[in-house]
């Protein structure tokens, strides 16, 4: 975790998104730890997100994926629909508008996405502001350079024109790593 930690205090534009993502790097070494060389992979991309999975396959060369939402041709939205139809509730930040079921607060989400969790979460908005300031760090950046959550103008961005922000359990393990790193800082 040295790595993530100079990136962390780097204050670099998006550095809290470097962070996270390269907290990651040490679970690829816990998976192969139990991964067998036969093992099938399947994830969650669905139609659409062709390029994300030929992204995680060239990045990935051992793994087997198989992307099977991709080749029913099966959209966010239909997996949606299929999980209602079989009476699984869908997960509260969708029922609240969010695109994604991702981690609240997500270091990936633009100036619309945390004007949002501003609203419908403000302890969490407080504590990513405050997390910023402790480590010099931002996760957003305008034209005119880095902005700090505290300084966020209301109304910027708009959310529902923002990009979906993927994510996954190794978003969650990268949470917790970060959250480890920032206490021993």
């Not at 029922?95 to 969790?117: P, R, S």
């Not at 922000?165 to 021993?184: D, K, S, T, Y």
């Amino acid at each position: 975790m040295i790595v993530s930690r100079q990136i962390a205090k780097s204050g670099s534009g998006n550095s809290l998104i470097l962070f996270a993502t390269v907290a990651c790097l040490p679970l690829k070494e816990v998976r192969q730890s139990f991964q067998r060389y036969d093992d099938l992979h399947v994830f969650g991309y669905t139609a659409g997100e062709e390029a994300r999975a030929d992204r995680f396959i060239d990045a990935n060369i051992d793994v087997d994926l198989w992307p099977i939402l991709i080749e029913c041709g099966l959209t966010h939205d239909d997996c949606l629909a299929l999980t209602r139809r079989a009476g699984i509730e869908i997960p509260a930040m969708y029922k609240l508008g969010y695109k994604n079921n991702n981690c609240i607060g997500c270091v990936k989400g633009g100036a619309g996405y945390w004007n949002k969790i501003r609203l419908d979460f403000p302890e969490q908005f407080r504590r990513m502001a405050s997390l910023e300031r402790k480590l010099g760090a931002t996760i957003l950046k305008d034209p005119s350079g880095r902005v700090f959550l505290d300084e966020l103008n209301p109304e910027s961005g708009r959310y529902e024109a923002e990009p979906e922000v993927q994510c996954g359990i190794f978003c969650e393990m990268a949470h917790l790593e970060m959250n480890a790193a920032v206490r021993h800082a």
